[in-house]
C-alpha cells in the first residue's frame, strides 16, 4: 500500500483538464491507496518551470475574497472525486483510494481564525502555512537556484496563532514552502511533529525549496517526516527542468535521508499532477518500479512498508489526536 504525500488532481480537475499522473479508476492497481490532495489557489502570473540559475520572485499575494471564493469552488471538486475523505488513519486500506484535504497555503483562512473550525469540520486535516508567496501568516520561500532557504522574514503573529489552534484541532501542519525563519518559528510553537509533506535534500540539490541538514535533523527529532519529491528540478544536482531523468535520483534523495534522519522518517510526496517527473517514472503506474529501485538499493521489505505507507500512517494518528 503507498500514501502519497502531495498531489495536485484537484487543480487540474478544476481547470477542466483531465489528470496527468494519477488515472483514479486504475490507481489501486499499482499499490496507490491516497494521501495528500492539495487545494491550491493559482493566482497572478502562471508559475513557470525554469532552468537554473534562476531566482523566480516570490508571486503575488493573492486577496482573501479571491482566496476564499477559489478555495470554496476546489473544496467542491475534491468532494467530486471518488474517493474516501480522509478523518482518520483507518479510513487507509489497500486496494481503495483515500484522500487528505490539504490547503496548499493559507490566504482562504481569516487571519483571526475564525473559520478554521469550519473548514476542519469540512474535512480539513492538513495544511501548508503558505505556497511560494507571502500571505498573513507568513512568507514562503521564492524559487531560487542556487540558493539557501533562508530568504526572508518568519511567521506572523497570525502564522505562529494558526500553528498552536492546528495542533490543538489536530491538523497536519506542513512546512513544504516555507522559509526557513518560518521553519523554525513553526518548531518553536508546534506541540506535533513536524512534516514537509514535498520536498528534498539540499546538500543534493541547491534549490531553495529543499531542506538543509539542520533542517532535517529538527524534523526527525520531533518525530516528523518528509516526504520525497519526485520534481527533476528538486531532485537534480544541477537544478534542470530534465524529464529525462532516471529513478536512482529519488532513491539517491531517500537513501540519504534515510542516513540522515533514520528510516522512520521518509515517505514519499511525489508532486504529481503539479511538477514535471521523471518520464521512466510516468506516474502511479510507476510506483512499483520505484519500489523495486529502493529495493535494490538496499531497502528491506520492513523498510520499504515504512517508506510506502507506514511512516505518514504513523505521523497521522499521532496528529490526529483528536479523530484518530
Not at 542556487?146 to 512546512?175: E, F, K, M
Request: charge should be negative; hydrophobic fraction near 45%; include cysteine.
Amino acid at each position: 500500500m503507498i500514501v502519497d504525500g502531495h498531489n495536485d488532481l484537484v487543480l487540474r480537475m478544476w481547470r477542466g483538464d483531465g489528470p496527468l499522473h494519477i488515472d483514479l479508476a486504475t490507481a489501486t492497481t499499482t499499490g496507490f491507496a491516497g494521501g495528500f490532495f492539495a487545494l491550491w489557489i493559482p493566482w497572478g502570473a502562471p508559475f513557470v518551470e525554469h532552468e537554473p540559475p534562476y531566482d523566480v520572485p516570490l508571486a503575488e499575494p493573492v486577496p482573501r475574497d479571491d482566496a476564499r471564493r477559489i478555495a470554496l469552488e476546489l473544496a467542491d471538486v475534491f468532494e467530486t472525486l471518488p474517493v474516501s475523505v480522509a478523518r482518520s488513519v483507518a479510513d487507509f486500506a489497500p486496494g481503495h483510494i483515500t484522500a487528505i484535504m490539504h490547503l496548499e497555503g493559507a490566504e482562504p483562512l481569516a487571519p483571526d481564525l475564525s473559520d478554521l473550525e469550519q473548514w476542519y469540520a469540512r474535512g480539513l486535516r492538513s495544511l501548508g502555512i503558505v505556497w511560494s508567496r507571502r500571505n498573513a501568516f507568513g512568507e514562503g520561500v521564492p524559487f531560487r537556484f542556487p540558493s539557501v532557504p533562508d530568504t526572508g522574514p518568519g511567521l506572523t503573529a497570525a502564522g505562529r496563532d494558526l500553528v498552536a489552534a492546528c495542533n490543538r484541532l489536530g491538523i497536519l501542519v506542513d512546512v513544504s514552502h516555507l522559509n526557513e525563519a518560518g521553519f523554525w518559528d513553526v518548531a518553536r510553537v508546534t506541540d506535533s511533529p513536524i512534516v514537509a509533506t514535498h520536498s528534498n535534500a539540499h546538500a543534493l540539490c541547491a534549490s531553495s525549496r529543499n531542506l538543509t541538514d539542520d533542517q532535517l535533523d529538527a524534523v526527525a527529532a520531533t518525530g516528523g517526516v518528509v516526504g520525497v519529491n519526485f520534481a527533476v528540478g528538486f531532485l537534480r544536482a544541477d537544478g534542470r527542468q530534465d524529464p529525462d531523468t532516471p529513478l536512482t535520483e529519488i532513491v539517491r534523495h531517500v537513501n540519504y535521508l534515510v542516513d540522515r534522519m533514520g528510516i522512520d522518517h521518509v515517505a514519499f510526496g511525489s508532486d504529481f499532477d503539479g511538477a514535471t517527473v521523471p518520464d521512466v517514472l510516468g506516474g502511479v503506474e510507476g510506483l512499483p518500479a520505484l519500489l523495486d529501485a529502493l529495493r535494490s538499493s538496499g531497502h528491506d521489505e520492513v523498510a520499504l512498508a515504512k517508506l510506502a505507507s507506514g511512516n505518514w500512517l504513523r505521523v497521522l494518528a499521532e496528529t490526529w489526536h483528536s479523530v484518530a
